[in-house]
Structures are given as C-alpha cells and as structure tokens.
C-alpha cells in the first residue's frame, strides 16, 4: 500500500533537485562558452556593408616581418623597447595609453598578423575585432550603426568606417577639446540678414 506523503515528498524533491542541477550545468555550459569567443571574433558585414579601407601603413614598418622573422626570438617581457618602436613604447611608460602591452593586440609569433585572447590571427585590417573583445558595447553599437559612421546610401550600399579611422590603437584617448568662449549673440536690428556664406558675420555685436 501507498502512503502518499512520506514517500512521495522525497521523490517530488530529488526530482526537483535533479532538474534544477541539469538547469544550472545548463547555465554554467551557456556561460562558459559566451566567455570564450566575443561576437566581433566571428563578426561579418551585411551584404550592404562594405569596410573603408584603413589608410596605407607606413613601407618602413610593414611588413613587420621584415625584422620579426622566423629566426626573431620574441622578448615577451613587457618592458621599455629602446631600439625600436621607442615611440609607441614611450605612451605605455608615461601612462599616456590606457591599453595593456603590446602582445595583447600583436602576436609574438607572427608579428604581421594581430591576435585575439583565444590565439586567433587577426589581419591589421580587421583590427576591430580585437577591439571588440574588450569593448564589446561599442562593438555592438557600432555593428548595428549607431557608434561610428556609415557613408553611403540609406536603402543601398553603406560604406563603414572602422574603429582605426577614429580613435588610435596605441593612444585611445581623444585630446581635451580646449573650451572656447561661446558665440556671440546676434543683436536683433543691427544689420540686416547675411547673403550666403555670410551667416555669423552680419549681426554680430562688434567688440
Ligand atoms: C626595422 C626592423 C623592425 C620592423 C620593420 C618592425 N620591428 Fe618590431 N621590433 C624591432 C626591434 C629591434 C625590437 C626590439 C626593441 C627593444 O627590445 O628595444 C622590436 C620589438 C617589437 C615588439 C616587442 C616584442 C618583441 O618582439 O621584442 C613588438 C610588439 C613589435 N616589435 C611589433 C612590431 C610590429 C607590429 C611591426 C610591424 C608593424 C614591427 N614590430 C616592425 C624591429 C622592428
Ligand atoms: C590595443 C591593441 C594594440 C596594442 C596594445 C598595441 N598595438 Fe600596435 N597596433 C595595433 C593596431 C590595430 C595597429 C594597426 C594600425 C593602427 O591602428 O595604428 C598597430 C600598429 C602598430 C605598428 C605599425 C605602425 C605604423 O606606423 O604602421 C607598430 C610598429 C606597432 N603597432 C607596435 C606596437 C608596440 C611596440 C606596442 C607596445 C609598446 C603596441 N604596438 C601595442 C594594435 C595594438
Ligand atoms: C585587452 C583589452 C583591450 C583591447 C583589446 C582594446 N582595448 Fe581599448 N581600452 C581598454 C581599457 C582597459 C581601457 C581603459 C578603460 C576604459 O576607459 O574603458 C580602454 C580604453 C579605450 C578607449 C577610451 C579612451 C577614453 O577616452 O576613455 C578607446 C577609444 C579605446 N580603448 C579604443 C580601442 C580600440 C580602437 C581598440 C582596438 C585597436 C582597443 N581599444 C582595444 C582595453 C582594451
Ligand atoms: C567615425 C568615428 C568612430 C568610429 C568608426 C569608432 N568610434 Fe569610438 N568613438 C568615437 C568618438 C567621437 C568617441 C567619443 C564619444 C564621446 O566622447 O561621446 C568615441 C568613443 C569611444 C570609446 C570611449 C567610450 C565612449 O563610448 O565614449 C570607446 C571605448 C570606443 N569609442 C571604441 C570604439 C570601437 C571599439 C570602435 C570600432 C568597433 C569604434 N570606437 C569606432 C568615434 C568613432
């Protein structure tokens, strides 16, 4: 005979128990692999975006394994670099960039590719896929147009800049806008409306 309360409960709650285990070993799995690979690893435009070309690095550097060849041994150590790149170097000693050392963004083994934090070679010219690893907001932000700027035709072809058209892998931070004084206020009746391309100069209280 069946004695529904005492054996029932038990088996009611190790069902639970077990569903809310798989649950979690769910939520722990889903996790884990959001970590390991950010949307901008694996980002493709549209069909009616196309990428600017970024600006032609310089001949003297590229390509990098001009010097970093197969016989470089990379100095992995982050440190002050003397003979080269002294530069770029110099913005990490005075703090002047907020970004960690360079073979976050540049891989040690070959110096003409960038890397990822899960190993993966990146060309300079899909950089903001490196940036969108830490900057995943902006990242999506500007894969859905509204960080950056798109040229271009609204119902056609855009034509999408990349996060190195704007901000500076190396020194990320915009220089301060120096504030200026505001404007002066038109005087109403002092002169009368400015012909075109005069706009500002007509009406302006002279000092
Ligand atoms: C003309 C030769 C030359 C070229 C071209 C060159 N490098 Fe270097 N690079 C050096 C030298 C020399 C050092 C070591 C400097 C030191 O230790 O003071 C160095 C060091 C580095 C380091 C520090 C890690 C290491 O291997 O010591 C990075 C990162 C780096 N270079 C990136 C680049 C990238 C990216 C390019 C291409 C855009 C490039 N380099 C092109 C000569 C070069
Ligand atoms: C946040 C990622 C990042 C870090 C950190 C970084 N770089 Fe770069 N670097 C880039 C990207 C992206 C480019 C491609 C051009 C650009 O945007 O400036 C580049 C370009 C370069 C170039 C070529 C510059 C040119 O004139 O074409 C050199 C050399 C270089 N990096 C060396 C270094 C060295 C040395 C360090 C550390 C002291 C460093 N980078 C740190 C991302 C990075
Ligand atoms: C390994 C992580 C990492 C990568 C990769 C990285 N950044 Fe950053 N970035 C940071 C951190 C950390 C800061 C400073 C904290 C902050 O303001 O978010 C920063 C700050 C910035 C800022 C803001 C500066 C300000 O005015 O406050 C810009 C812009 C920026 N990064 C652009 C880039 C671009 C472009 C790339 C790709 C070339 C890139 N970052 C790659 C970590 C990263
Ligand atoms: C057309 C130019 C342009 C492009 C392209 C662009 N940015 Fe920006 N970004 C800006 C400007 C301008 C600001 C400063 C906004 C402000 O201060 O309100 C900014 C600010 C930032 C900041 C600082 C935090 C913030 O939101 O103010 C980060 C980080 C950043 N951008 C990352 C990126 C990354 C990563 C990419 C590429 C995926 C990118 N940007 C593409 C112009 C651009």
């Not at 550097?61 to 001009?66: G, M």
């Not at 190993?119 to 010219?125: I, N």
């Not at 002066?184 to 391309?197: C, L, Y």
């Amino acid at each position: 005979m069946r004695t529904p309360d005492h054996k029932h409960k038990p088996r009611l709650a190790s069902g639970a128990m077990f569903s809310l285990l798989l649950g979690s070993a769910a939520l722990v799995l889903l996790y884990a692999s959001a970590s390991f690979s950010s949307p901008s690893a694996s980002y493709t435009f549209p069909t009616n975006e196309v990428p600017l070309a970024l600006p032609a690095p310089s001949k003297d550097l590229h390509p990098c394994s001009q010097c970093h060849d197969a016989s470089w041994k990379t100095n992995t150590k982050e440190r002050p670099l003397k003979d080269m790149h002294d530069d770029i170097s110099a913005l990490y000693e005075s703090k002047a960039t907020l970004h960690p050392w360079c073979l976050t963004c540049h891989d040690a083994a070959n110096r003409d590719m960038l890397r990822l934090s899960d190993g993966g070679l990146v060309p300079f010219s899909e950089a903001f896929r490196v940036c969108g690893q830490c900057h995943g907001e902006q990242f999506k932000r500007w894969a859905n147009g509204l960080h950056g700027k798109h040229t271009g035709s609204w119902n056609g072809q855009k034509i999408v800049h990349l996060c190195g058209h704007c901000h500076s892998a190396h020194l990320p931070k915009f220089k301060a806008i120096k504030p200026l004084p505001p404007p002066d206020r038109p005087v109403a009746g002092e002169e009368k409306a400015s012909a075109p391309g005069e706009q500002g100069k007509a009406g302006h209280k002279e000092k």
